[in-house]
């Protein structure tokens, strides 16, 4: 077995993001782990782990890394910083043929790059091996927590950003005193994981999906909604989730039963755009209609949450959306409006925690892979572009590529 030379690449993209694949300890770890692994670091000023921080710890800092077999970043890199020949591995966003990464994608290709994206990394199953959902989810229900607070004036909590790291965080949740407020999760994944960890943290009681709708508490309460408890197939009696992923375009919300019991609506489920919204715009000016905050924690613009119109930004995370004119406001604006928190980068609020998370994941599920032979196809099915050709599992990004 040769050896890999890794190198941990500076971001690139514009705004910037201080997480990393591997942290200073996770560098060290992986390298114990696997002794034909030798990883370098490209110095950056962003990091939410500093140069000094990998130094200490006897990694080099390395500005040119033309002589690493294997790149390693977090977010897409800008085309006139890709190095030709390599393997890369980021987050490309271009499998949902994303306009704006079309370019990048036709660059990878004429530089004959081999890509791999973490999104694509996949047991037999098809069920992703490395992700920042657990710390979206988070990040997003204490956002969500947060700004119901500061909307009805019962508390204020430091933003998730401005604290170093998780434990700071979590000295906040001691200010929260919520009335008794209905709080629906949606989704059973990591990301539902990971806001359902701060509820409960934060004492808040989860209940059942009956108990939510039909029973009143004198305390703070959620539930936690998987698809089948608010979507219904006309023509079908017995609830199936497999031809539900297979064939949602066959499917109907029934949603609009929680509606009218929720205050905080925390949104975790991914979404496929063939499957139904969860309510209407028209459902938000009944006089039933109670939600009045909610964090869009997928954040999918115009997607499950017909409010959610447009993305927002750490510093400015949250808008107002009028039910009566359908138009966006300051949040806050008015007790009547619905708000929204809809920021696409949530683990960027806490990057050395959802860092130290994600290295975790490499180390234990595509490291193997890379020294141990690739059996089990992880990397195989996980590359999107190779040889200077899209693999076949992808060809079906060619027009996209093609800039058609």
């Not at 002589?67 to 890369?88: F, R, S």
């Amino acid at each position: 077995m040769r050896s890999l030379k890794i190198g941990i690449i500076k971001e690139g993209k514009v705004p910037v993001d201080k997480r990393v694949p591997l942290t200073p300890k996770k560098c060290v770890e992986a390298m114990q782990a696997f002794p034909h692994a030798h990883v370098v670091v490209q110095p950056s000023p962003v990091r939410s782990f500093s140069d000094a921080e990998y130094v200490e710890l006897g990694i080099p800092l390395q500005h040119d890394l033309s002589d690493c077999d294997i790149l390693m970043g977090v977010k897409e890199v800008p085309v006139e910083q890709l190095i030709p020949n390599k393997t890369y591995f980021f987050f490309s966003h271009t499998i949902k043929k994303q306009p704006r990464n079309a370019r990048l994608l036709r660059a990878i290709l004429d530089k004959n790059i081999t890509l791999i994206d973490y999104e694509t990394l996949t047991d037999a199953k098809g069920k992703r091996l490395v992700a920042f959902g657990r710390y979206a989810g988070i990040v997003g229900a204490y956002n969500g927590i947060l700004l119901y607070g500061k909307k009805w004036k019962l508390f204020d909590l430091k933003p998730a950003h401005l604290c170093q790291e998780m434990e700071d965080m979590q000295e906040e949740f001691f200010k929260v005193k919520l009335p008794p407020i209905k709080i629906a999760v949606t989704g059973g994944g990591r990301v539902a994981g990971g806001a359902m960890e701060v509820l409960d943290k934060m004492g808040i009681r989860k209940v059942s999906v009956f108990d939510y709708l039909y029973k009143q508490f004198k305390e703070p309460v959620y539930a936690q909604l998987h698809s089948g408890d608010y979507n219904t197939r006309p023509d079908v009696e017995v609830w199936d989730s497999q031809d539900f992923y297979q064939h949602p375009e066959r499917y109907q919300s029934t949603f609009r039963k929680f509606t009218k019991v929720t205050d905080l609506l925390l949104a975790c489920a991914y979404w496929d755009p063939q499957a139904p919204k969860l309510f209407t715009e028209e459902d938000t000016r009944q006089p039933d209609f109670r939600i009045n905050t909610i964090a869009d924690i997928t954040c999918d613009v115009n997607g499950s949450i017909p409010c959610t119109k447009r993305s927002a930004t750490i510093d400015d995370p949250a808008y107002d959306y009028n039910p009566e004119s359908g138009a966006l406001e300051g949040p806050f604006a008015k007790p009547g409006n619905i708000t929204v928190m809809a920021v696409d980068n949530l683990p960027c609020e806490l990057p050395r925690n959802a860092s130290r998370d994600f290295g975790r994941q490499l180390i234990d599920h595509v490291f193997p892979h890379l020294f141990n032979g690739d059996a089990e196809g992880v990397l195989a099915r996980g590359t999107i572009a190779k040889d200077g050709k899209l693999t076949e599992r992808f060809a079906y990004l060619q027009d996209y590529a093609d800039g058609k």
